[in-house]
């Protein structure tokens, strides 16, 4: 049996509206990645900070939808060293 690999990295950010305030209950999900990814989401908290565990490293595209608007947001991880923990990476989207 193998042990799951550790995750590349974490996609942290927030969402605000088009006038700059944090959306709370937002769900922001990956729309596009290096490996084939599980339909999850986050939603956002009452400031409007969401994480998304990454499980590769490479180039993955957040959306945002909520309101009937919408915000996406490309991102890079790079792979940790083995013995590092997982890279944070920002990603804030605009609700426009």
């Given at each position: 049996m193998s042990t799951p690999s550790a995750p590349a990295g974490v996609i942290r950010g927030t969402v605000r509206d088009a006038a700059g305030a944090p959306v709370a209950g937002a769900r922001v999900a990956f729309a596009g990645?290096?490996?084939p990814l599980p339909d999850v989401a986050a939603l956002t908290d009452g400031e409007g900070r969401f994480a998304l565990t990454?499980?590769?490293?490479?180039?993955?595209?957040?959306?945002?939808?909520?309101?009937?608007?919408?915000?996406?947001?490309?991102?890079?991880?790079?792979?940790?060293?083995?013995?590092?923990?997982?890279?944070?990476v920002r990603a804030d989207l605009r609700l426009g």
């Open positions: 990645g290096p490996v990454a499980p590769a490293a490479g180039t993955y595209t957040v959306v945002c939808r909520a309101g009937g608007a919408t915000a996406a947001a490309r991102v890079e991880v790079t792979a940790a060293p083995a013995a590092a923990r997982p890279e944070d």
